[in-house]
């Protein structure tokens, strides 16, 4: 996640690394137990279970109303997709053909459904929410995550195949982040997706294709200088991963009024999708110092992890933000050490008294953002440098293998920070990035960079700014940012 929202004057969660200021933040409630909301699953009967959602969705995009049918089995209970989504359902009520379920809670019991019955329910969408990427009206388009309508059919025979069907407006496209059947994971993670009047246009990248669309009125005599942004962020991320970590992502950006950088978010449930605010304004120049869709893209490959491994999955994608663009020739290599510098700083004096293992448990609640983030990116820097150092292979290569087995994971694969720092040590043939870890989760301290900086000849100044300088390991510092191979032949 990039950036910092502000909604009806309060600020909500998220970072920024460009002002200097961290400000605490009311935020939504925890979700319950997502196994709850997850219901259960039972051995295939048949084989040939299916279960369609027929949404029809009305021609002012206020409203999906939703028939669930299951085929070759029995809908035991509904439950509500998100926290709060019982809140938008419609006279708070599931209609079965035995008679209308009042629904206050988190999920409704159904105890008379039979086999292969439909149950209807409606859902009344909101123009926002507190979560600007879940919901939000852009012009005569709408964000509406999923996370809103589709509830949640247990118990599911396994490998059901899932449809949803849409009778839409005309004109209208819905954009989900799925292709034909919808995956388990956009009941078990957060999923992206909109009703928006223009398709979706592809955007091939290195290794795939995204599915991008520019909500409500665009971005118009600029549309193209953020289409070429999206491509750039694109390219830069797969020049870590070797090619773009997913064979196919849907891009959501919405123009919204708020100068300066964008918000992302880039979430798996339902398939890989980022969805961007930026500033409707936003022009060429502006966009060319804006990392966001760089950051969000790299964060696509690696799996979705618990949010408490944040140190981890923030760390590794904050540090290679600026690392690919240093090499993909957005910044310079000089500005990209800047940056690095920093951001450090600015986590080692957000630190608070507790250890960063807690503070990245805590970080919505503490606004602990600068401080897990960089922590985590400190990490990623030592483990880089030192496996450098060693002459094997680098943690470039062990992202690389990492994200070509492991970026399109399930919600059964159940990673988390220790695993994913396992596998990656595998690659490097030794356990670097777990010892970093082991050293500095459990204590308060900003790990420490300061010998390490030395050997590579890089120092802050007085002022903070990058002094470099000669060293033992120069070549390791050059080699960190330099341009990859084929955007070096695109350069002059
Ligand atoms: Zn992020």
Redesign the pocket.
């Known amino acids: 996640?990039?950036g910092l929202w502000i909604f009806g004057g309060v600020l909500l969660g998220g970072c920024t690394r460009h002002s200097g200021v961290t400000v605490r933040v009311p935020l939504p409630t925890r979700p319950p137990h997502v196994a709850a909301r997850l219901g259960t699953h039972i051995p295939s009967r048949i084989g040939s279970e299916r279960l369609d959602f027929n949404a029809r969705i009305d021609p002012k995009l206020e409203r999906i109303e939703v028939e669930l049918c299951p085929r070759g089995f029995r809908i035991e209970r509904l439950n509500a997709p998100s926290p709060g989504a019982e809140r938008l359902l419609e006279s708070g009520r599931i209609v079965t053909p035995q008679g209308a379920y009042a629904c206050p809670g988190v999920g409704v019991d159904l105890p008379l459904s039979q086999p292969d019955e439909c149950l209807h329910y409606a859902v009344k969408l909101p123009d926002r929410a507190l979560d600007p990427t879940s919901a939000r009206r852009a012009g005569a388009d709408a964000l509406w995550s999923p996370d809103l309508w589709l509830w949640v059919p247990s118990p599911r025979p396994e490998g059901v195949a899932m449809h949803v069907n849409f009778s839409l407006p005309e004109g209208v496209h819905a954009l989900v982040p799925w292709q034909n059947t919808v995956p388990e994971s956009a009941f078990a993670w957060k999923s992206a997706g909109a009703f928006g009047h223009g398709p979706p246009e592809p955007l091939p990248v290195p290794g795939g294709t995204l599915d991008v669309a520019l909500l409500g009125a665009g971005f118009g005599e600029r549309t193209n200088a953020v289409r070429e942004w999206i491509a750039a962020g694109a390219r830069a991320s797969s020049l870590l991963y070797g090619q773009f970590p997913v064979s196919r992502a849907l891009v959501l950006t919405v123009p919204g009024d708020r100068a300066g950088p964008g918000f992302?978010m880039?979430l798996r449930g339902g398939g890989p999708a980022v969805v961007i605010l930026l500033d409707r304004r936003a022009s060429a120049p502006s966009l060319a110092n804006d990392w966001t869709a760089t950051?969000?893209f790299l964060?696509l490959g690696v799996p979705r992890l618990p949010p408490e491994d944040a140190w981890l999955?923030?760390g590794l994608?904050?540090y290679y933000t600026e690392v690919v663009r240093a090499r993909a020739g957005m910044i310079s290599p000089a500005r990209a050490y800047q940056h690095l510098l920093d951001g450090f700083e600015r986590g080692r004096q957000s630190g608070g008294a507790l250890s960063l293992r807690d503070e990245s448990e805590q970080m919505h609640e503490r606004s602990a953002f600068y401080r897990v983030?960089w922590a985590g990116a400190a990490l990623a820097f030592l483990t880089d440098v030192e496996a450098r150092r060693a002459g094997g292979p680098t943690l470039d290569s062990a992202l690389r293998e990492f994200a070509a087995c492991c970026a399109n994971s399930r919600p059964e694969d159940d990673w988390n920070a220790e695993r994913v720092l396992a596998r990656l040590d595998q690659s490097l043939g030794a356990p670097r990035f777990t010892e970093h870890a082991r050293r500095w989760l459990d204590r308060a301290e900003f790990p420490e960079l300061t010998p390490v900086l030395r050997t590579l000849g890089v120092a802050a100044g007085t002022r903070g700014e990058a002094i470099f300088g000669r060293a033992p390991n120069a070549a390791i510092r050059d080699a960190i940012m330099a341009p990859s191979p084929a955007e070096a032949q695109r350069q002059p």
Do not use: P, V, W
């Open positions: 996640m990039t992302g880039a950051h969000e964060h999955f923030e994608a904050s983030y």
